[in-house]
Nanobody
Framework: QVQLVESGGGLVQAGGSLRLSCAAS????????MGWYRQAPGKQRELVAA???????NYADSVKGRFTISRGNAKNTTYLQMNSLKPDDTAVYYC??????????????WGQGTQVTVSS
């Protein structure tokens, strides 16, 4: 089995910063793509930032210039540095990975989510 474990959420004032971490573990052969999504109350889950299969980073327009996605040296970790946070960034943030398992199957996994709350 594969697990994605997130950490780093919390409560911050507007204009502040948070850094989210996600570590993937288990029977992983290779990770094709990895990224972050978020879901605010009453809204659909949306892409925040992600590395594509070609290694380039995509960002939602609403976070460009404020958020930065990066990878750890182990390649099975990803980070989301969030600066200049706004109340509209309040949501549960989920880590997502598209990968091949050691058994050769391509599968998608989600983390359990971490709450980010930005107060005005």
């Amino acid at each position: 089995q594969v697990q994605l474990v997130e950490s780093g959420g919390g409560l911050v004032q507007a204009g502040g910063s948070l850094r989210l971490s996600c570590a993937a573990s288990g029977n992983i052969f290779i990770i094709n793509a990895m990224g972050w999504y978020r879901q605010a109350p009453g809204k659909q889950r949306e892409l925040v930032a992600a590395f594509t299969t070609r290694g380039s980073a995509n960002y939602a327009d609403s976070v460009k210039g404020r958020f930065t996605i990066s990878r750890g040296n182990a390649k099975n970790t990803t980070y989301l540095q969030m600066n200049s946070l706004k109340p509209d960034d309040t949501a549960v943030y989920y880590c997502n990975a598209d990968l091949f398992t050691g058994w050769g199957s391509q599968e998608e996994y989600w983390g359990q989510g971490t709450q980010v709350t930005v107060s005005s």
